[in-house]
């Protein structure tokens, strides 16, 4: 899609206002009832596709992205646009700088047209806990589009955006894309600089794209990766166009199939397009090979012990003094003036959900002088394991396949008031975050209910900086499309 964009572009078939301006029609028309732009930047995407159109009227070269309408989830800073991370904290708050992703995507010529909805700090998996609005699946209404990057999901799910930013803890890009029927990329723990992310937990945090096509999501990628100098936990890296190594010949390539990720509790819908899945890419000419990850079935504990304590730090400067707008609720208090750990205290218990604050006390006790050896130090040491486990699958495979998500999307209500039905939505996806493996979601097939389609997502992780075969091999598996193999 963004390559014909661009040609269209370049042989002046279309102009980049042309398109800015129809893809925001469809968020004047459509984005009222689905809930994806927390914020519409609407002159500022006119006013950056004019100065695209500028260089093209002067003949000038221009690269895939420019012109190319883009989103952007909303715990990502980008200069002079409120920036709220989905919570009530940060309500007024006014980033004075970019992101470094977004920066490059800006140097590139891409056209933002507005910042999306997420849960509040990027916790949970339905886009529910948003403190402004929840965000509605496109294909069907009455159900969540995943989360916590629900809105960059539907964002471009609905043609509201070529393509979109998301951030990925534990899952928060795959899922919403796997609910949604699009492609979720989360890179290599250290590709994408986190500068300018708002932090949510800093060891697992990754910044990704979503796109309707494989395509896409390794020209987007292409842009965005790289070492930078504010980060550093990015990794040195040749510059490469990721989009140049696709290709639909995988014979030979091995896929790996862990036996603990199709296990009994899985939705029988769900295996079965897995299982066709399986066969399809068996029909390309992959080698599919049983692999076993032993501590797999340790990863959602660990990562809600690891999680939770860094959110309970990184979320400390949330106090109404450094970062957020101070309350000082004294009409609760016998005192005329709040003190200082009042004016905390009040801040943190109006600025924050219920989510955030069950993370932050969690991750609190965790962390506490008696407990941390049981809990965190423990935590750590099973994710070692399974940091083994996948150095020791990838001896034998390239890469690994599994459902996304163990469900389609649910009905909104349908676990909100159960946090750990919610928190197992990321079962097969944390383990990816606890690695730092590069992961992509990609639709695999339909399951029927209620008379909807409802598009489920087939996963693959790959060895360490692998982007390229993981890519490869969804991008083969999309040029084949999702129907039943002959
Ligand atoms: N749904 C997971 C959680 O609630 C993942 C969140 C994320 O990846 N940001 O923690």
């Given at each position: 899609?963004?390559?014909?964009?661009?040609?269209?572009?370049?042989?002046?078939?279309?102009?980049?206002?042309?398109?800015?301006?129809?893809?925001?029609?469809?968020?004047?028309?459509?984005?009222?009832?689905?809930?994806?732009?927390?914020?519409?930047?609407?002159?500022?995407?006119?006013?950056?596709?004019?100065?695209?159109?500028?260089?093209?009227?002067?003949?000038?070269?221009?690269?895939?992205?420019?012109?190319?309408?883009?989103?952007?989830?909303?715990?990502?800073?980008?200069?002079?646009?409120?920036?709220?991370?989905?919570?009530?904290?940060?309500?007024?708050?006014?980033?004075?700088?970019?992101?470094?992703?977004?920066?490059?995507?800006?140097?590139?010529?891409?056209?933002?047209?507005?910042?999306?909805?997420?849960?509040?700090?990027?916790?949970?998996?339905?886009?529910?806990?948003?403190?402004?609005r929840p965000t509605k699946n496109p294909i069907d209404t009455s159900r969540v589009p995943g989360g916590s990057s629900g809105g960059s999901a539907v964002a471009?799910?609905?043609?509201?955006?070529?393509?979109?930013?998301?951030?990925?803890?534990?899952?928060?890009?795959?899922?919403?894309?796997?609910?949604?029927?699009?492609?979720?990329?989360?890179?290599?723990?250290?590709?994408?600089?986190?500068?300018?992310?708002?932090?949510?937990?800093?060891?697992?945090?990754?910044?990704?794209?979503?796109?309707?096509?494989?395509?896409?999501?390794?020209?987007?990628?292409?842009?965005?990766?790289?070492?930078?100098?504010?980060?550093?936990?990015?990794?040195?890296?040749?510059?490469?166009?990721?989009?140049?190594?696709?290709?639909?010949?995988?014979?030979?390539?091995?896929?790996?199939?862990?036996?603990?990720?199709?296990?009994?509790?899985?939705?029988?819908?769900?295996?079965?397009?897995?299982?066709?899945?399986?066969?399809?890419?068996?029909?390309?000419?992959?080698?599919?090979?049983?692999?076993?990850?032993?501590?797999a079935k340790y990863a959602l504990p660990t990562y809600y012990i690891i999680m939770p304590s860094e959110v309970s730090s990184n979320l400390a400067r949330f106090?109404?003094?450094?970062?957020?707008?101070?309350?000082?609720?004294?009409?609760?208090?016998?005192?005329?003036?709040?003190?200082?750990?009042?004016?905390?205290?009040?801040?943190?218990?109006?600025?924050?959900?219920?989510?955030?604050?069950?993370?932050?006390?969690?991750?609190?006790?965790?962390?506490?002088?008696?407990?941390?050896?049981?809990?965190?130090?423990?935590?750590?040491?099973?994710?070692?394991?399974?940091?083994?486990?996948?150095?020791?699958?990838?001896?034998?495979?390239?890469?690994?396949?599994?459902?996304?998500?163990?469900?389609?999307?649910?009905?909104?209500?349908?676990?909100?008031?159960?946090?750990?039905?919610?928190?197992?939505?990321?079962?097969?996806?944390?383990?990816?975050?606890?690695?730092?493996?590069?992961?992509?979601?990609?639709?695999?097939?339909?399951?029927?209910?209620?008379?909807?389609?409802?598009?489920?997502?087939?996963?693959?992780?790959?060895?360490w900086f692998d982007e390229e075969t993981m890519l490869r091999a969804a991008y083969a598996f999309e040029q084949a499309g999702v129907s039943d193999p002959e």
């Amino acid at each position: 899609m963004i390559l014909e964009l661009h040609e269209k572009l370049k042989n002046r078939e279309t102009t980049a206002r042309a398109l800015a301006e129809s893809y925001l029609s469809r968020i004047w028309e459509y984005d009222g009832e689905l809930g994806a732009y927390l914020t519409i930047l609407e002159e500022e995407s006119l006013r950056a596709a004019d100065f695209v159109d500028e260089k093209l009227a002067r003949g000038e070269e221009i690269g895939l992205l420019a012109g190319i309408p883009g989103a952007i989830k909303d715990n990502m800073c980008l200069t002079g646009t409120r920036t709220t991370a989905g919570s009530k904290m940060l309500d007024g708050y006014v980033a004075p700088y970019d992101a470094t992703a977004v920066r490059k995507l800006r140097e590139a010529g891409a056209v933002i047209l507005g910042k999306t909805n997420m849960d509040e700090f990027a916790m949970g998996s339905s886009t529910e806990s948003s403190a402004y609005r929840p965000t509605k699946n496109p294909i069907d209404t009455s159900r969540v589009p995943g989360g916590s990057s629900g809105g960059s999901a539907v964002a471009v799910a609905a043609d509201m955006a070529v393509f979109s930013l998301g951030s990925d803890t534990g899952g928060s890009i795959r899922q919403p894309a796997s609910f949604c029927g699009v492609v979720g990329l989360k890179p290599t723990y250290g590709r994408v600089s986190r500068n300018g992310l708002i932090a949510m937990a800093s060891s697992l945090d990754q910044i990704g794209t979503f796109t309707k096509t494989v395509e896409d999501s390794a020209i987007v990628f292409s842009e965005i990766y790289g070492y930078d100098p504010l980060d550093v936990t990015t990794a040195e890296s040749d510059s490469k166009r990721f989009e140049d190594f696709l290709s639909s010949d995988i014979r030979g390539l091995r896929v790996g199939i862990p036996k603990e990720y199709l296990s009994d509790d899985l939705d029988p819908r769900v295996r079965e397009v897995t299982e066709k899945a399986i066969d399809r890419f068996r029909s390309l000419g992959a080698e599919i090979i049983d692999i076993s990850l032993p501590h797999a079935k340790y990863a959602l504990p660990t990562y809600y012990i690891i999680m939770p304590s860094e959110v309970s730090s990184n979320l400390a400067r949330f106090d109404g003094i450094r970062f957020g707008v101070p309350v000082d609720d004294h009409e609760s208090r016998s005192a005329e003036f709040g003190t200082l750990l009042e004016t905390y205290l009040d801040t943190r218990a109006y600025g924050f959900g219920a989510e955030v604050k069950r993370r932050i006390m969690l991750g609190t006790y965790a962390l506490s002088a008696g407990y941390y050896d049981a809990y965190y130090k423990k935590a750590q040491a099973v994710r070692h394991l399974i940091r083994k486990d996948f150095a020791e699958a990838y001896k034998k495979v390239d890469v690994i396949f599994s459902p996304t998500a163990p469900e389609p999307a649910f009905r909104f209500g349908a676990k909100s008031d159960d946090p750990l039905k919610m928190y197992l939505s990321d079962i097969y996806t944390v383990t990816a975050n606890l690695a730092g493996v590069p992961a992509i979601s990609f639709p695999i097939g339909t399951v029927e209910e209620d008379g909807k389609a409802l598009p489920i997502g087939g996963h693959l992780m790959a060895g360490w900086f692998d982007e390229e075969t993981m890519l490869r091999a969804a991008y083969a598996f999309e040029q084949a499309g999702v129907s039943d193999p002959e």
